[in-house]
């Protein structure tokens, strides 16, 4: 079932890649949709890239046009290729001068992580920019084809989107079965937060049959206390760290020997940047986490 | 006395050649005078035009408005720690402003929000102030305190209901800084008409600033002057908060460094106020953009940095 309809979406991506090829041989515009459902259309395909966040840059990368990528901002430390580009600031404060010194045809910016009006002045200058922040699996192949439409790599970028198409589900169908267990995601310390199921991050943990405790919370990331934490008793505690190696965040917890999670030993450390940042690392970082959770219900 | 204003101008001329000529990229000068005949790169042309001189202009015009306003503060509320955001007006602005933000506005009605909010801010103060009696300069003062804790209290409690995905914006707006002014015209007029405006009652002010028996005994009308200060103080601070957020240090600090140099006579100390603080938060901003580029700083950062030497400097000497 889940293979005949991938192959129905290959068939389409295909079709999608060549016409693409007919737009270009007709020199006709490429257009795209960003995620605030701007429009798109340049004349050639973008050659002077530059990305305004980490999670721009990744995605850039993914959809085969990481050479063409002139300058990024702070923290795009992936793939290594990105820690060799010029910086231009970061994603909060980014340097005009700079930027428009490159004289860029392509600026991808964050939805909701640039300043506003920085970016209104970009449109003010006719600098032609492609908002994006993927919220879903298939926001992330959606944004990586768009990206590739419009620099004209369509061939690499659509290959890379159907590679995370068919992760997902390969994924989707291996967890499918397994045993749900009541989790709880520590997004940050202090404050205590966590997410909800809408939360990308809440996608991956009901991929890998992980109950979010606080799934039905109404915010994207809800303020908690340490009191509902221990009253929901999850049997697994995780959190993101550097490189998914353990730290003190969770240390606070071990306070408590009757939380189900400690008695079991159950608080997990998973690699922060591949979960957090809506990019093709989701697979290594849903990987990671279904094992976590396999663990955890040995353990159990 | 006019030599002194005179000096100040030429700084602040200065101050705004050297925030055109200096900037992550660099403009060569023979490049800087062509653009400035009209010829030039269209590179060349867009940084300068539309990039550093709206953005000198949108500083030099806050700058100017936060330190006449702090001058007047200080002299209405008769207290040396009054700075234009006391009363809680750049509370009430921000207020307006993130409520704009939650509703998914645009930058435009965001400023005018903010500007409304700053507005309530004002005629609440001055409402409860009034309230059934008196109207002190200390009951005024206390009631913009308590006020723009109000105002703080509410800020707080509408970052933590915000979603997350609008918080960023809130926190850009709510940090203040001129990269995100969006033109820089509201302020620099603002500033030349009121100044032009507050020159004729200067001589009253230095009366009042004596305390409010002797103005009245001198043939002041206290009241209606004070009311004056008040809206215009208000009006002043609520364009500069619109503009570039709450920039902090400039109202407090600029008034008392000039005061220290040229006297207490208003009718110096407001045209020089307008005049320091605009070349202070060029300066500021000049520096902000270029010391660690292409890393840009919050320019409260520089202000204070430059400004508590310079302030503990003339206060040291001026015993």
Redesign the interface.
């Known amino acids: 079932m889940v293979s005949r309809r991938l192959n129905s979406r290959l068939a389409l991506g295909l079709l999608i890649a060549t016409l693409a090829q007919l737009i270009l041989a007709g020199e006709m515009q490429r257009c795209a949709v960003d995620d605030t459902r701007k429009e798109l259309c340049l004349s050639a395909p973008a050659q002077r890239i530059i990305t305004l966040s980490p999670g721009a840059t990744e995605l850039m990368f993914a959809a085969g046009a990481g050479d063409r990528v002139m300058a990024v901002v702070n923290y795009s430390d992936y793939p290594p290729a990105a820690l060799e580009l010029p910086l231009i600031g970061s994603h909060t404060r980014v340097d005009m001068e700079a930027l428009m010194a490159l004289g860029p045809d392509l600026v991808v910016t964050w939805v909701t992580g640039n300043p506003p009006a920085q970016v209104e002045l970009l449109d003010e200058l006719g600098v032609p920019t492609f908002a994006i922040e993927p919220r879903t699996f298939a926001g992330v192949s959606s944004v990586i084809e768009r990206l590739a439409v419009l620099a004209g790599t369509e061939q690499e970028g659509f290959a890379e989107a159907e590679r995370f198409r068919i992760g997902i589900a390969s994924l989707t169908e291996q967890y499918l079965s397994v045993e749900p267990i009541p989790v709880f995601y520590q997004v940050w310390e202090k404050p205590l937060m966590t997410v909800n199921n809408e939360h990308l991050i809440g996608k991956v943990l009901k991929l890998c049959g992980g109950v979010n405790v606080f799934g039905d919370m109404q915010r994207l990331i809800p303020r908690i206390s340490a009191e509902v934490v221990l009253q929901a008793d999850p049997d697994a505690i995780l959190t993101g760290s550097v490189d998914g190696v353990s730290d003190d965040q969770l240390d606070e917890w071990k306070k408590y020997a009757g939380l189900t999670a400690v008695e079991k030993n159950n608080l997990f450390f998973v690699p922060a940047s591949p979960i957090s940042r809506p990019t093709p690392r989701l697979l290594d970082a849903i990987q990671t986490v279904c094992e976590k959770l396999e663990n955890a219900r040995e353990r159990l | 006395m006019t030599r002194s204003l005179l000096g100040l101008g030429m700084l602040a001329l200065a101050s705004m050649a050297f925030a055109l000529a200096l900037?992550?990229?660099t403009v060569s000068p023979a490049d800087l005078w062509q653009v400035i005949q009209g010829e030039g790169s269209t590179?060349h042309r867009?940084?300068l035009l539309?990039?550093?001189l709206p953005r000198t202009l949108a500083a030099f015009g806050t700058g100017g408005l936060l330190a006449v306003a702090g001058a007047l503060m200080q002299v209405l509320l008769r207290n040396p720690l009054a700075d234009p955001y006391v009363l809680g007006l750049s509370g009430g602005a921000a207020v307006g402003a993130l409520l704009a933000m939650l509703g998914g506005m645009g930058?435009l009605i965001i400023s005018g929000s903010a500007f409304a909010g700053a507005m309530l801010a004002t005629v609440l103060v001055f409402g409860l102030a009034h309230g059934t009696g008196s109207w002190t300069p200390s009951r005024l003062l206390l009631t913009g305190v308590v006020v723009a804790a109000g105002w703080g209290a509410v800020i707080t409690l509408m970052l933590?209901?915000t979603?997350?995905?609008?918080l960023?914006?809130m926190l850009?707006w709510l940090m203040g800084?001129v990269?995100?002014?969006?033109s820089p015209w509201p302020a620099v007029v603002v500033l030349a008409v009121s100044v032009v405006v507050i020159m004729p009652l200067a001589r009253n002010l230095n009366v009042l600033a004596r305390g409010p028996m002797q103005a009245a005994a001198l043939g002041v009308s206290v009241r209606p002057l004070e009311w004056t200060i008040y809206v215009l103080a208000s009006l002043l601070t609520a364009t500069a908060v619109t503009t570039a957020g709450s920039i902090g240090f400039v109202g407090l600090i600029v008034p008392h460094m000039l005061r220290l140099v040229l006297g207490n006579d208003q009718r110096i100390i407001l045209p020089a106020s307008a005049l320091a603080g605009g070349t202070l938060l060029v300066l500021a901003d000049t520096l902000a953009?270029t010391v660690i580029?292409?890393?840009?700083?919050?320019v409260g950062v520089i202000t204070a940095l430059l400004g508590v030497p310079t302030f503990l400097y003339l206060l040291h000497r001026s015993r």
């Open positions: 900037g992550s990229v590179l867009t940084l539309d990039l550093r930058t933590a209901i979603p997350s995905y609008k960023p914006g850009y800084d990269s995100y002014a969006r953009r580029a292409p890393e840009q700083l919050p």
